[in-house]
């Protein structure tokens, strides 16, 4: 996830919570609800991101 982060050029260190919880949800295939849909644009593909 911190890769995909950097390669959209962001810094991950603000990130950190947020890239727990979308790994998470990437590793149990499920998708992140969440309010903020902007703090998940790095993880890009690998996270179904549905704003709420």
Do not use: H, K, Q, W
């Not at 990130?15 to 790095?42: H, K, W």
């Amino acid at each position: 996830m911190v890769a995909l982060v950097l390669a959209a050029n962001r810094d991950p260190r603000p990130l950190r919570m947020d890239l727990l919880i979308a790994a998470i949800a990437s590793s149990r295939g499920l998708p992140l609800c969440t309010r903020n849909e902007g703090d998940f644009t790095g993880p890009g593909g690998t996270v179904e991101v549905v704003a709420v």
